[in-house]
């Protein structure tokens, strides 16, 4: 039969019930839908079916009569007919129990499963009254520490093959895998090394018994103690959807909720395991002020007092524009716009830059048409001009992978290897000053990206997708600027992504947290940007807001900014200490993830809620609070001292958010928020609760509060109109010009190699630091080279080798050799210890480097 031929559905009778199914779809699945539900162990509805565990087992019917059939592996077809409730069927289930419990050691109550356990609670119901072995079971060395993050117990292990097949397929690290026979088939890693996975914490998630346990969690409560909170992971712009899991005011542990449209229930084990500095001694929890040399603890109003006056006497002795906010990419959308509104309003200072990694500029991101991700995974091509994804924004990592399998075609621009290498068709290496200019004269590069993107989306780039994001952190943001408007002018029908990484940037740049812009996307008069408004701090008396931000470990040319931070009065706005802290002259502590309410803003333009659990700890306040306490100490009250209140401003006074409110958003009708703005049509809302397998994601308190969200086919948003992604009333500015200079970027003088400066997802952050296990995680700094210049030099692979930069600082580092270096580079890898970060001059094209021994 064609394709055109293909049936929408199928007919089968279910337990003598007549029910719809759909072509191809697998046994289980249609009787979960019809709302019969089969047990199983190793089936889970995003990894590849493979029938091992046989508790799926029921009868269908064949040509020798009804026969025992793994559902979970058999599709349906026309006229079958199922049976799952015979004793033929209940006798099977008990017998595959029976094994199961055979060398399974009866350790309920002290096992961390204990109460959210499907082994436990299909004993319970479909297995034996009680067993019939009565020798030794068998014994292993337990826990075994296969990372530093996961705990294997092997005697629970019912070898159902869903972390081997997690680790394989889903997140392409197979450093876990079955060994042995018979009843000596256990989970084992590599002799040579752990089981070092960015998402091992999702195999502990899946796990159906306590086989796989996450330190972090172990022993620390039971789950009839636990309560839950839906919220959004707040440690990279994907915006993964999460249940925040809390008992007696502790955040216990966070479990993926399975998102169709965002995270499809994967975590990264940074946004899992991110909750251990919640309680860390380096919390800011009291509010602080300089008295002389030395930092006191004062009450919050002496510290608002003190902030006032310093606004009071910068903007009478300097102007307004002596002030500048720093930050706020971590706050909530009501702490940002409270913040700006503070700043651009009350205060009258335009200087407030949330962007300090200088990503695509915020011009670019409001001229270009924005795809969702869903848009993105089903696009006719996509092209990835970016940082390494896998680094940046893990979880998305995984859904390109699932993509690719099924048939997603993605292009990479990258001059260095990546994890999106192996999945592309085609891997062009060139820069993207280089592509850029290319693409405006016509070169040999734009003519290779046209061929490959005009084979699958014609001229037009209909149906292409384009994700954008900084490569290279030594280089400024024009260059990416340049590269996605002179695409988007190629490909006028194309849409974009970018990879901007910092949790709420996006929601930061649609409230006028950034230069130029006021909030709603409105433009304002150009104003200077962080690295700007850092120069001028370094010569001109200035106050400094730093909001959730250290400007030490995110910004080039450490000196500058040390120069600044010292020249400058700084007032911090923060959870955790960090090295920005010791220049500051007032400290206001911040309520941290999970202690405060309020809306944030993922990468497609996702706003979704983020769930309070408890109390701020000691002192510290919400972001939209200490804002309302500045604002009415300076005679500026704003009254917006409620996240209810604030976004009900925001969706009154913005056309950005219009007919989206705070209720919404909480509703199980969109349970994974709404794309703003709104056109004819709410994008991606969900259908309301929905029941997905809760063997699935053991450990869910209302596991029917999550799985893939339809649209509703004639949800009205609105009378306005969608064009290129936003609403006419949202104006659409015109896509800026971009002037690169890329010889600079790609002509090193004599003896120097060109700088390309990444990041990995465990860096150094305040959070990472006071995060007592994910801390140790935290790899050191060095610099990859190419043999031959090491060989040169004199210097072995792991040796330290001297960098010196254009301006003459020097950076001692670890080099180890990488053979796949493209040539006339060096690739510094950011990290602990050496910051390479002071190699960059502020305002330069391009950084270059001479490579010495030490």
Known sequence: MSNAETPASVHITLDGVEIEAKPGELIIEAAERAGTFIPRFCYHPRMRSVGVCRMCLVEVSGPRGFSLQPSCYLPVAEGMQVVTQSDKVKKAQDGVLEFLLVNHPLDCPVCDKGGECPLQDQTLAYGPGESRFVEEKRHWEKPIEISKLVLLDRERCIQCDRCTRFADEVARDAFIDFAGRGDHTEISTF??????????????????????????????????????????????????????????????????????????????????????????????????????????????????????????????????????????????????????????????????????????????????????????????????????????????????????????????????????????????????????????????????????????AGDAGEGAVFLVGKSNFADPSAVYGSLASVCSKKWPAAKFLFSNSRANIFGAMDLGAVPGWLPGRVAASVSDDAREIIARAADEPMLLFLLGVDPLADLPDTALVKAALENATVVVIDSFENPATDYADVILPLAAFGESAGTTTNFEGRVTRLGQVTVPKGQAKPDYLIAAEIAREIGAPSGLTAPETIFAEMSGELALYRGVSYADLASDRYPDGLVVPLGRKAISIGSGPRKLDPIATPGLIAPYHQGPAKPFASEEAGSATKVD??????????????????????????????????????????????????????????????????????????????????????????????KALPEGVVQGRLGKGANLLQLVRSGSWATHVKVGSN
């Not at 935290?778 to 030099?793: G, K, M, S």
């Open 725 to 818: 992604g936003g609403a006419p009333s949202v104006s659409v500015p015109n896509l800026p010009e971009f002037t690169v200079d890329a010889a600079a970027v790609s002509a090193p003088a004599e003896g120097r190699l060109r700088l390309l400066l990444t990041r990995r997802m465990y860096r150094p952050t305040p959070q990472l630091a006071a995060a007592p296990i994910l801390s140790q995680l935290t790899a050191q700094a060095e610099v990859r080279v190419a043999p031959a210049t090491l060989e040169a030099i004199g210097a072995a692979d792991g040796s330290e080798v001297k960098l010196t930069g254009d301006h003459g600082v020097e950076v001692l580092v670890v080099a180890r050799a990488d």
């Open 191 to 456: 002799p040579d090394r752990e089981f070092t996975s960015y998402f091992s914490g999702n195999t502990v998630q899946i796990c159906p018994v306590g086989a796989l346990t996450a330190r972090p969690y172990r022993f620390k409560a039971r789950p009839w103690d636990l309560e839950e909170a839906e919220s959004t992971c707040t440690q990279c712009s994907l915006g993964c959807r999460m249940a925040v899991q809390f008992s007696r005011g502790e955040v216990t542990r966070f479990v993926g909720i399975d998102s169709d449209v965002v995270n499809t229930s994967w975590l990264c084990d940074l946004g899992r395991f991110s909750y251990e500095a919640l309680d860390s001694d380096r919390r800011l929890v009291e509010p602080k002020v300089r008295y002389r040399s030395e930092m006191a603890e004062v009450s919050w109003r002496d510290a608002i007092a003190r902030v006032g006056t310093h606004i009071r006497n910068f903007t009478s002795g300097h102007g307004a524009g002596s002030i500048a906010f720093l930050g706020g990419a971590g706050f909530t959308n009501e702490g940002i716009y409270s913040f700006v509104k503070l700043a651009k309003t009350a205060i009258g200072t335009s200087l407030f830059d949330a962007d300090i990694d200088g990503g695509v500029p915020a011009s670019v991101v409001f001229a270009t048409p924005r795809a969702t991700l869903v848009e993105a995974l089903e696009a006719k091509v996509l092209v990835v001009a970016s940082s390494d994804v896998r680094e940046e924004l893990p979880v998305l990592f995984l859904r390109l992978n699932e993509a690719v399998k099924k048939g997603l075609r993605i292009i990479e621009v990258s001059e260095l290897e990546t994890s999106i290498s192996p999945l592309a068709t085609e891997r062009l290496p060139f820069s993207a000053a280089q592509l850029a200019a290319s693409l405006r004269s016509g070169g040999a590069e734009a003519e290779r990206l046209a061929a490959a993107v005009n084979a699958s």
